[in-house]
């Protein structure tokens, strides 16, 4: 007894147990990741048919490139993990996914049916991997456009996939470890409505709202959400009005990353370092690892979302 009683007061285990104490860690925190697989707008970087700076040295050096938009989730507990978004660069996402989780995704949520967010969902098909029943989450209307329209009908007849309707505003459990929230934001909605997630881990909240029109347009307080959660990755497209040369861009609305650093600069410090600047078009200067650029945003105490990065919740 005597020996125990002297392991527990060893300085190296009262290190840790003083660790334990001061951070509130929890075996729990491990439990979930969230790995971000990519960090750029529909198209990817560079952009097709780019040929101006912004775009020129990335061409000749391949390994600065980035793929659209999307993050993978994994619970190391149930061993079950998820794919957010469904992109064009899907195959490399997916790899990268099945390399860190050791099995492919149990399926997939996807926010709205624009060209970078749900086209990867054609990689499914008997031309290519002929998945069998992939569960793929998202809002009706959306549900709605994939089983009527081509090709994407051809995925649900010859069960490739498997659509499964998320009611809005309403918690989901993924895992015993993983519950989601998908909201409904304004944005562009030629096919589908647009969603917002928020996932909730056992110790941690992640907000993903990877597009939306402005914040202004949202019933919501985006302001009180971010207080609400741990991470926010947030629609970072463009980092100010006039970006794109003979473009009306009130046509391609988003908030400017310039826009959202002003309406989030009041909250308490600890707040603004939740967030996560994400989806970048080519043109945007954050995409391309411009020094003012992201000093300004890591002034405001925000951040630049990069791809490989790894969360926990």
């Excluded at 709202?209 to 741990?230: C, F, G, L, M, T």
Aim: glycine share 6%; aromatic share 10%.
């Amino acid at each position: 007894m005597k020996d125990i009683y002297k392991l527990m007061w060893h300085p190296l285990l009262m290190s840790f147990f003083v660790f334990i104490v001061q951070t509130g860690y929890t075996w729990s925190q491990s439990q979930v990741e969230v790995q971000i697989l990519g960090i750029a707008q529909d198209a990817g970087y560079p952009q097709i048919g780019c040929e101006d700076s912004c775009c020129l040295h990335v061409w000749m050096n391949p390994q600065l490139r980035k793929s659209p938009v999307c993050m993978g989730i994994y619970d190391l507990e149930s061993q079950k993990s998820w794919m957010v978004e469904a992109t064009p660069d899907l195959k490399t996402q997916w790899q990268t996914h099945v390399d860190r989780t050791g099995k492919i995704p149990d399926g997939f949520l996807i926010t709205h049916a624009h060209t970078g967010h749900y086209t990867g969902l054609m990689q499914l098909g008997r031309e290519m991997m002929n998945s069998h029943q992939m569960p793929v989450y998202v809002l009706p209307r959306l549900a709605g456009f994939l089983k009527k329209n081509g090709p994407w009908d051809q995925l649900t007849t010859l069960e490739n996939i498997n659509v499964l309707e998320l009611i809005p505003d309403s918690i989901f459990r993924l895992s015993d470890n993983v519950t989601c929230l998908a909201m409904q934001v304004p944005h562009r909605d030629e096919y589908s409505e647009t969603a917002g997630f928020i996932f909730t881990g056992p110790s941690k909240k992640v907000l993903f709202i990877p597009d939306i029109d402005k914040w202004a347009k949202w019933e919501r307080n985006i302001r009180s959400i971010v207080q609400e959660v741990d991470y926010a990755f947030l629609d970072g497209t463009f980092f100010r009005n006039g970006e794109l040369r003979n473009r009306d861009m009130s046509q391609i609305p988003h908030p400017f990353v310039s826009e959202s650093v002003e309406l989030f600069s009041s909250l308490p410090v600890a707040d603004r370092q939740k967030i996560y600047f994400i989806h970048f078009n080519h043109t945007n200067p954050l995409i391309r690892g411009d020094r003012e650029a992201i000093e300004f945003v890591k002034a405001h105490q925000m951040n630049v979302a990069e791809e490989g990065m790894v969360i926990r919740l």
